[in-house]
Nanobody, 130 residues
Framework: VQLQASGGGLVQAGGSLRLSCAASGRTFESYAMGWFRQAPGKEREFVAAIIRSGGTTYYADSVKGRFTISRDKAKNTVYLQMNSLTPKDTAVYYC????????????????????????WGQGTLVTVSS
């Protein structure tokens, strides 16, 4: 599967952005999706994950209550709505996909691990100014 992320940009603190990640292929619902981010000089970190449409979601503590992950199976797209942005949210945001191998939703620890994902988008830059 190929992933194309978009929606990044420059926004003032307190503002909002919505990131999109369009996936190729006809088996979108077979994939669990995640968003990660990487700030300059830092390791890539987990942001949010969604296992299936209308299914389990997970969030990093740093974004809980501000960010919302969702997916639209008709559009093969996963979204990350980001509200109340702060300069600490500045990073390149990556979407990722992994094929689900179980009818049971994976635990948060697995969904939050970069090593769990097989496919990665190219990243989209989010810059939050103070």
């Amino acid at each position: 599967v190929q992933l194309q992320a978009s929606g990044g940009g420059l926004v003032q603190a307190g503002g909002s952005l919505r990131l999109s990640c369009a996936a190729s292929g006809r088996t979108f619902e077979s994939y669990a999706m995640g968003w990660f981010r990487q700030a300059p000089g830092k390791e890539r970190e987990f942001v949010a994950a969604i296992i299936r449409s209308g299914g389990t979601t997970y969030y990093a503590d740093s974004v809980k209550g501000r960010f919302t992950i969702s997916r639209d199976k008709a559009k093969n797209t996963v979204y990350l709505q980001m509200n109340s942005l702060t300069p600490k949210d500045t990073a390149v945001y990556y979407c990722a996909a992994r094929r689900r191998t179980s009818v049971v939703d994976a635990p948060r620890s697995f969904a939050a691990d970069t090593r769990s994902y097989t496919y990665w988008g190219q990243g989209t830059l989010v810059t939050v100014s103070s």
